[in-house]
Structure formats: C-alpha cells, structure tokens
C-alpha cells in the first residue's frame, strides 16, 4: 500500500465514530472498562492524526494537503471531500488532543458511562470533520451532526438546570446554522455552474451586494458559535450546567469552529464583501473584550467567570481576523489554539475544585489552598495564562494581534488608536477578575462550614498529568511560537494578500509601489 495516498483524514474521521458503535457491545457494568477502551481509540486516532501531519504536510505549501475526494450523492452534487491547509491543520491537532484528554478527565463518570463515551467519540469525529471537509453542503451536515452530542452531554450529565442549559444551546446554535445551508445552497447555484466545492465556490464571481448578503448570513451563524455579543447568552448557561470534560470541549474546540469558519468562509470566499464588513467585526470585537471582561468581573458563579471570559478572548480572534495584516491573522490563529488550551485548562481545574468543594458560588470559599496545594498551584498558573503572562501562549498571541491591528493600513489612525486603547483596558481587566478571583478561592481565612463538611482533597496523579499535558504546549508556544506558526504562515500570508487585494485603497497602495520599483533605476547606473 502507498502510505502517500492513503485517505488519512477520512480514516481519521470515521476511526473514532466506528469505534463508538461497538461500545454498546462492550460488556462492562461499572464503566471500567469502556473508558479504556475510549482512551485507547483517542490516543490511536491522535497517533494518526500527528503521524499523517509528520509524513505527508509541507509547511511551506500554502495550499490544501492530503485532499480526497469521493462521489457520495451524485443526484444532490455532494461529494466527501476533504483536505487541510494552514488554517485547519492546527485546529485538528487541537481537537485530536483536546478530545483525548477529555476522555481522560471523563474517568470518575459512573452515570450511564457506555452512552457518555459514545457521545464523546461521535464528537471526536464529527468536530475534525467540520475542520477538514471541503463541501459546503457536506461542511453544513457535520457542523449539524456535531450540535446532537453536545446536547444530550448537556441534558443527561448535566447540573440542576442541564434542560434548560441544552435546549438553549440547540436552539440558538440550530438556528444559527440554517443560515448556513441558505447561504450554502445559494452560493451551489449561483452562476452557469453547480457546485458545493469550497474551492470552486471560491473561484465564481459574486456581485458585491450578493457577497454583502452571503457574509451577512454567515456571521450571523458563527457569531452564534464563536461567540460575539448579543448572541452569546448560550455559552454562560451551558458551562453553568457542563461537566468537566464537556468544559473542555465547548471551550477547547467548540468556540474554535466560530472563528475558523469566519475565516475559511467569510474572509477566504467572500473577501470583497470583508473588506466592507471589517470594521464591523472589530467593533464587534472591541465589544466583546470590554463587555465580556466586565460583566466577567461581576460574577460570583466560578464557571459563569471563566465562561465570559472565553467570550473576552475571543474578541481579539475577530480583530486579528479584520486586521489586513499577516501579523493579525496569525495572532488570530494563534489565539484560537493557545485559548482552546488555556481555557479547556481552567474548566477542567473549575470541575476539579467542584468535585472537592460542591460549590461554585465564590461567597463559600475562602483559604482553601493549604489543603488543596497542588490545585493552587496549577490553578495559578493557568490563570497567569489566561492573563497574558510573558512567557504564555496567550501573551503572545494578544500580543500579534495588538501589533498587527496596530499595523495595519486598511483603517484611520484615528480608529486605530481608539480601538488599542480600548483593547487595551480589556487586557487590563483580565488580570483584575482572574486575580480576584484566585484570592476569593485559595487565600484569606478558611470557611469553617465548607471545610468541616468537605473533603478538601489535594489532585491526584491524573488530574495532574492533564494540567501538565496543557501547560506543556501553553508555555512551549508562549517562549517558542515558531513551533506554531510555521505551521500555517504560508497559507495566512496567502489569504493576507488577497484580502489586501479587495480594499482598493490598500490595491492602488500596491499597484503605486509597484510601478516605482519597475521604474526605479537599478543602484550603480
């Protein structure tokens, strides 16, 4: 068999979601060993995924790699295909080692654990399919198939108000993807051709007031899912009522697949109508860095701070992505990875303090760190992370997009500095929460009534393996980002110059620049 054409994503998808089905069949009471058996399947298909990147992608190509393409619904045009370039690559690593460590922080679960596990490598698939495929009717299933697990991981694990939690989540999300197939369905039929391929898609010549129409619709969709205030009250909810690995998830990946989307869709296909819709996403992200970060501050519930601020962070994905500079995009697609480590981090470690305190409420703790020193320590160190800590992957990545912004000749410098000043206050108000928040846990005086009816427990080996397996990448990015970037600069700087391409003053910039050079008598004539 030639390794170089094997369908390696293909089998990356299907691997975990077949292995699922045989779960049922496993016989196993107690749920020792399907969890194993889940491990196991996770660390085969993140072996794979690692293994088909090592082999078979070159760094310096900017376009897609390791691309199949098999007819599927001749009758309907739709076809799996899939393939990876530099802005889904990373993701998939991401969501191969997310997903891995979620089944390992899903260990204590007791509760109806075949179906848990089942849901949880259904979605191992479902979320690397909504990374690599490149159909847009194909792209609109999985992201569909991708919301059903996470629902009832919501509705049957769930905390008290788990219903409510997860019927908001399918709605808002559900309804955000219709406008997915609308636009998708619109896009398939518009001109001589029909065709769903995204890079065929690409190449048709859309009137700019149907590109308006289409991105509109699009933001609409994965603003719900990155996501972008007002239609984020979703998030808040279903991390209140989450488990630990499903925190993982949701912030891990889940919010990644927003951001990603904005960019393989509106920036990448639609880049005429972004040149016009991007300022609206960097006041859509100024937004949500200040207003996140405040009413994050304002919080008492524990998982409702970290939740708001995921929300925070993520604004500086959409100012990255609305920068017109090689540095913003980076700095946006690093700041997707580095956040789905740092945030997948701290929920796992909110679940971790629940499980021994049985509160979330901040009001009833207080001093615990000298009988949870262990949790102290790690707890601190990635809320150092979160805060932009030199050192961390998030400061760098805040830190390119700060620059790029900065940077950029597609804006005023008037809106320019506006909009770093008030990035700027967001970035001053993360530490204030996250501080706060450490010294109302683990310093002060102990809560003699929660500590007298808790078992206040330090981690044990696992948990602290997990947070080891996160800090690694967090501060190995944070003191070497190379080890990131190089993986998607070329395609970046491809989509940067296109970009550029469609604003006409940044076009006639480079037209000018151009025909000086040409002109320009060569040095010692």
């Not at 991401?94 to 509760?111: E, K, R």
């Not at 808790?454 to 990448?473: G, S, W």
Request: with cysteine; hydrophobic share 55%; aromatic share 12%.
């Amino acid at each position: 068999m030639n390794i170089a054409n094997f369908p390696w994503l293909t089998t990356i998808i299907l691997f975990p979601i077949a292995a699922s089905l045989l779960l049922p069949v496993i016989p196993d009471k107690e749920g020792k060993t399907v969890r194993w058996y889940s491990l196991i399947v996770g660390l085969i298909d993140f072996a794979l995924i690692v293994y088909a990147f090592y082999t078979g992608y070159d760094f310096s190509n900017p376009d897609l790699q390791l691309v199949e393409s098999y007819p599927w619904v001749p009758q309907l045009g739709l076809n799996w295909s899939v393939g990876a370039d530099g802005l889904s690559m990373p993701l998939i690593i991401l969501t191969g080692f997310i997903t891995t460590l979620a089944i390992l922080a899903a260990w204590p679960v007791t509760f109806k654990p075949k179906l848990f596990y089942f849901l949880i490598l259904a979605m191992y698939g479902g979320q690397i399919a909504v990374f690599a495929v490149q159909d847009m009717l194909l792209f609109f299933l999985v992201w569909e198939l991708e919301l059903v697990p996470i629902y009832f991981l919501l509705s049957i694990w769930g905390g008290k108000r788990r219903q409510y939690a997860a019927t908001k989540f399918i709605l808002y999300t559900a309804g955000g993807s219709l406008f997915i197939l609308l636009s998708a369905l619109t896009m398939g039929f518009y001109g001589d051709t029909v065709t769903f391929d995204m890079r065929a898609i690409a190449l048709k010549d859309f009137a700019l007031n149907f590109q308006l129409a289409l991105y509109a619709g699009f933001l609409i969709a994965y603003a719900v899912k990155l996501p972008i205030i007002p239609l984020h009250t979703w998030l808040p909810d279903a991390h209140g009522e989450a488990t630990a690995p499903v925190h993982m998830l949701l912030a891990g990946i889940l919010l990644k697949m927003g951001g990603y989307a904005l960019v393989r869709m509106n920036a990448q296909m639609l880049p005429d109508a972004h040149a016009y819709f991007a300022p609206v996403l960097v006041v859509l992200g100024v937004v949500n860095i200040i207003y996140a970060a405040l009413t994050s501050f304002a919080q008492r519930n524990l998982k409702r701070k970290i939740a708001y601020s995921s929300i925070s962070h993520m604004g500086f994905v959409m100012i990255g992505i609305a920068s017109f500079t090689d540095l913003g995009l980076s700095g946006a697609v690093l700041q997707m990875v580095s956040h789905g480590l740092i945030g997948a981090s701290l929920f796992f470690l909110v679940g971790a303090t629940y499980d021994r305190t049985h509160t979330l409420m901040l009001d009833e703790m207080g001093g615990v760190a000298k009988r949870m020193p262990k949790i102290f320590a790690m707890f601190t160190t990635c809320s150092m992370a979160s805060l932009a800590l030199p050192g961390m992957s998030g400061f760098v990545a805040e830190l390119m997009v700060f620059v790029g912004f900065a940077t950029s000749d597609a804006y005023s410098s008037t809106f320019k500095v506006i909009v770093v000043f008030l990035m700027a206050v967001g970035v001053i108000l993360t530490p204030i929460y996250l501080l706060s928040m450490l010294r109302e846990i683990f310093y002060g005086k102990e809560n003699e009534e929660l500590v007298s009816h808790q078992a206040l427990i330090d981690a044990e080996p696992r948990e602290v393996f997990i947070i080891a397996c996160l800090l690694i990448p967090i501060i190995g990015i944070g003191f070497y980002p190379k080890l990131l970037t190089q993986m998607y600069d070329a395609t970046t700087v491809q989509l940067t110059a296109r970009l550029r391409d469609s604003v006409p003053t940044l076009a006639q910039q480079q037209n000018d620049a151009l025909k000086v050079s040409l002109s320009a008598p060569e040095i010692g004539n």
